[in-house]
């Protein structure tokens, strides 16, 4: 679809991997993470040529892995995943949509992905996310307790995303979480872009502040569900492991 373009963020060190290589480099079951995603973007059809933003001294490597499957945008210091995403700006000039993804999520179907473009193309103004509801926060399940609360209106609009550790004890119990991965109208997303803020902890610019701008706008928030198994982020050398045994499982 020329209309949209996908952005996968793939610039982050990852120093917990303690691998070689930029974590979406990393091999899961005999190929690096982020060419596991770039199969499934493929075969939904919405982007010939995805943009990957890397590192200025990840280039080289993410070339030799990746050749000219994808287009590549540089960010050029470590300022979040706002500060990513608008790195893609020249290079998805034009485009009605921009989904932003991550090279460390491998799992995300090309069936979910071509659910995020049609919700996008039916509302052109709206924002589209992902939420995933888990069943609790035990055993495998224990990785989504940092993960972002999903706060809804007694009409189940979507009013808020509160970061786990803001959250009070009642909003700690909230099983609909967020896997931050969005379809935004691409002229309001790197527009908006404009007015995110660093203000917290870490110094750095994050998507999800555009869901709040949206929401401040009063503009409209559509959700679509997704296996929480799909959206898993690759982190340690544990989670590596734990991708490992469901790839292995038979779809």
């Given at each position: ?6 952005v ?88 009605k ?73 009642d ?21 908006r872009l ?22 401040k ?35």
């Open positions: 679809m020329a209309d949209t373009k996908v996968i963020l793939a610039a982050g060190a990852g120093k917990r991997m303690g691998a070689a290589v930029p974590k979406p480099l990393v091999e899961v079951m005999g190929k690096p993470m982020i060419a596991h995603l770039l199969d499934r973007v493929e075969k939904a059809g919405i982007d010939g040529k995805p943009i990957v933003i890397v590192s200025p001294d990840g280039k080289a490597l993410f070339e030799a892995a990746l050749g000219d499957r994808v287009e590549f945008a540089i960010q050029e210091m470590p300022k979040g995943t706002g500060d990513a995403l608008r790195a893609a700006e020249a290079a998805c000039a034009g485009a949509h921009v989904i932003a993804l991550y090279g460390d999520h491998p799992f995300i179907s090309a069936g979910v992905l071509q659910t995020l473009i049609q919700l996008s193309s039916e509302n052109e103004d709206a924002v589209v996310m992902l939420t995933a509801t888990i069943p609790n926060y035990e055993n495998e399940y224990s990785m989504f307790l940092k993960w972002g609360r999903i706060l809804r209106s007694p009409e189940n609009a979507v009013v808020g995303i509160c970061e786990a550790k803001d959250c009070s004890a909003e700690l119990a909230i099983t609909e979480v967020n896997p931050g991965i969005y379809a935004f109208p691409a002229a309001w997303a790197f527009d404009k007015q995110v803020k660093n203000e917290n902890a870490s110094g750095e610019y994050y998507i999800v502040d555009l869901i709040e701008i949206a929401m706008e009063g503009k409209k928030i559509v959700t679509a569900p997704v296996d929480p198994l799909e959206v898993l982020g690759i982190n340690t050398p544990e989670e590596l492991k734990k991708a490992e045994e469901l790839f292995a499982k038979p779809v």
